[in-house]
T-cell receptor, first 111, second 113 residues
Framework: QKEVEQNSGPLSVPEGAIASLNCTYS??????FFWYRQYSGKSPELIMS????GDKEDGRFTAQLNKASQYVSLLIRDSQPSDSATYLC???????????FGKGTMLLVSP | EAQVTQNPRYLITVTGKKLTVTCSQN?????MSWYRQDPGLGLRQIYY???????DKGDVPEGYKVSRKEKRNFPLILESPSPNQTSLYFC????????????FGQGTRLTVV
């Protein structure tokens, strides 16, 4: 049974700060990693995907993957109040189509 | 526009009255799935489908049925809804490859009284 673990939060950061969201996974064959943002009552939307070790940057977002440690993180630079949402980590193994989601981390960015 | 469309968005029903939540995608995706989301429990997969006429149980399939007669549609059927099926439901589709992201529908908030 694949497991994806995230701190439920809330993670509170002031506006302009860096928010760091973490995720660990149990299945070593997990190969694709996704970060989704979900506003309350809305559907998840993809913000980052990462497939190889290292960092991947897209605007204010950076995803970091360390397969040896089974760890993936999301950094949000210059956090804005509009970034306040729940962030879901999801993993997928090669040869499988099913995404396994963590329970999400709530991020609160205060003005 | 690429999208996954669920209907209805909101539904209040009574215990035991059969209902269907529809899901349709216009991206020609092979893979479709249904999730329910409850506070503190995250997204839990109900059923998924790898292609037409191919469906399988997810983590919480009890009380639900699905069918995949056409590639674009994947309805979720509750034959005899109970109050513990009150939840927020999401349909999702993806291209089916390991690298493919999932696209989500707008969600259906179901209340069973």
């Amino acid at each position: 049974q694949k497991e994806v673990e995230q701190n439920s939060g809330p993670l509170s950061v002031p506006e302009g700060a860096i928010a760091s969201l973490n995720c660990t996974y149990s299945d070593r064959v997990s190969q694709s990693f996704f970060w989704y943002r979900q506003y309350s009552g809305k559907s998840p939307e993809l913000i980052m995907s990462i497939y190889s070790n290292g960092d991947k940057e897209d605007g204010r977002f950076t995803a970091q993957l360390n397969k040896a440690s089974q760890y993936v993180s999301l950094l949000i630079r210059d956090s804005q109040p509009s970034d306040s949402a729940t962030y879901l980590c999801a993993v997928k193994a090669w040869g499988y189509s099913t995404l396994t989601f963590g329970k999400g981390t709530m991020l609160l960015v205060s003005p | 526009e690429a999208q996954v469309t669920q209907n209805p968005r909101y539904l209040i029903t009574v215990t035991g009255k059969k209902l269907t939540v529809t899901c349709s995608q216009n991206m020609n995706h092979e893979y479709m799935s249904w999730y329910r989301q409850d506070p503190g429990l995250g997204l839990r997969q109900i059923y998924y489908s790898m292609n037409v006429e191919v469906t399988d149980k997810g983590d919480v399939p009890e009380g639900y049925k699905v069918s995949r007669k056409e590639k674009r549609n994947f309805p979720l059927i509750l034959e005899s809804p109970s109050p513990n099926q009150t939840s927020l439901y999401f349909c999702a589709s993806s291209a089916g490859t390991a690298a493919a992201e999932a696209f989500f529908g707008q969600g259906t908030r179901l209340t069973v009284v």
